[in-house]
């Protein structure tokens, strides 16, 4: 082999190894990412805890309330809590703060409004909000709240969720992914009826192909940035 055959195989497998180490880098930076989506659920450290969830509704995500996204949150404790410009993360960093947008029967002029007494349920929703400012994702998602200054007090995950179907806390486990139901009840007692499977009918009528995630999208499976 002449030198100059010699120094393009020696060039050439030093591209073809640099390939090679990017590809795997690329791939356990991928399996990383799946893996993380698979993150546990917290038992709620305060008195106000999240308590349901709608990632997934009926129309638009962003829609106005009673439309939409939406958190409700309860308050577990003795003492009545201010819980404004207290805040919700997803897992994208996304931030949804709890303020005269978004918390349901916010009044300027009545406390009661924006805090929660011993026992009760307050829902905060996106009302409108963009995907760039906060939304849900309807599988692999990760919600987080915060007080005010900042310290986390609780955290909820879910690996999928169906249109229509609020997720709640496993009662079996705390820190287990949310369950669906198909009871809803944004400020009320969750009513634990989960959700087993889809219903079935006999009919000549046969689904034979399904457009789950066309591209652009609205149901926040994936987007650019988040």
Do not use: H
């Not at 020696?10 to 399996?31: D, K, N, P, Q, R």
């Not at 005269?100 to 406390?111: C, E, K, L, P, R």
Request: glycine content about 6%.
């Amino acid at each position: 082999m002449t030198p100059t055959l010699r120094s393009l195989s020696l060039a050439l497998l030093m591209i073809l190894s640099t390939t090679v180490s990017i590809g795997v880098s690329s791939l356990e930076t991928a399996e990383r990412v799946v893996q993380s989506t698979s993150a546990r659920s917290l038992a709620c450290s305060g008195e106000i805890c999240l308590n349901e969830a709608l990632p997934n509704p009926n129309g638009y995500d962003n829609g106005t309330w009673p439309d939409g996204e939406w958190v409700e949150i309860y308050n577990s404790g003795n003492s009545t809590v201010d819980v404004r410009d207290w805040y919700i993360t997803n897992k994208a960093s996304k931030t949804l703060y709890l303020n005269s947008t978004t918390i349901v029967d916010y009044d300027s002029a009545d406390s009661n409004s924006w805090e929660l007494s011993p026992d009760e349920y307050m829902v905060v929703s996106r009302n409108g909000l963009s995907n760039y400012m906060f939304y849900l994702a309807n599988s692999n998602d990760n919600i987080s709240l915060f007080t005010d200054s900042g310290t986390q007090v609780d955290q909820a995950t879910w690996s999928s969720s169906s249109s229509g179907n609020s997720l709640e806390e496993d009662t079996a486990n705390p820190t287990n992914d949310w369950v669906p139901t198909n009871t809803p009840s944004p400020g009320a007692n969750n009513t634990n009826a989960t959700v087993i499977g889809p219903d079935l009918y006999p009919s000549d009528l046969i689904i034979n192909e399904v457009m789950a995630n066309s591209w652009p999208s609205d149901d926040n499976e994936i987007w650019p940035g988040g």
